[in-house]
Nanobody, 117 residues
Framework: QVQLVESGGGLVQAGGSLRLSCATS????????MGWYRQAPGTQRELVAG???????NYADSVKGRFTISRDNAKNTVYLQMNSLKPEDTAIYYC???????????WGQGTQVTVSS
């Protein structure tokens, strides 16, 4: 069973930056997608950014130009660099791994990001 552990959340002022990390408990073999999702109180969980093992990335329109997803396969880690943060970015951020061979999803426990105005 793969486990995901997020870190890097916290409190930051509007305009500031944070970098989230998500480490997997084991090396992931085969095609996969790792992504960051977020959920604010009273809202549905939404995709923020995704990164495939093939090298493609995608972003929600609301974060394009401000957030960057990257991965370090040697460290089994995916990152989310968040710049120019806004109060509306406040949410719990979750890491998700999808292994494409068996179409299984794995979720991290979430990390809180709070942006003050």
């Amino acid at each position: 069973q793969v486990q995901l552990v997020e870190s890097g959340g916290g409190l930051v002022q509007a305009g500031g930056s944070l970098r989230l990390s998500c480490a997997t408990s084991q090396r992931i073999l085969g095609s996969n997608i790792m992504g960051w999702y977020r959920q604010a109180p009273g809202t549905q969980r939404e995709l923020v950014a995704g990164s495939s093992s093939g090298g493609s990335t995608n972003y929600a329109d609301s974060v394009k130009g401000r957030f960057t997803i990257s991965r370090d396969n040697a460290k089994n880690t995916v990152y989310l660099q968040m710049n120019s943060l806004k109060p509306e970015d406040t949410a719990i951020y979750y890491c998700k791994l999808t292994t494409l061979g068996d179409l299984r999803d794995y979720w991290g426990q979430g990390t809180q990001v709070t942006v003050s105005s």
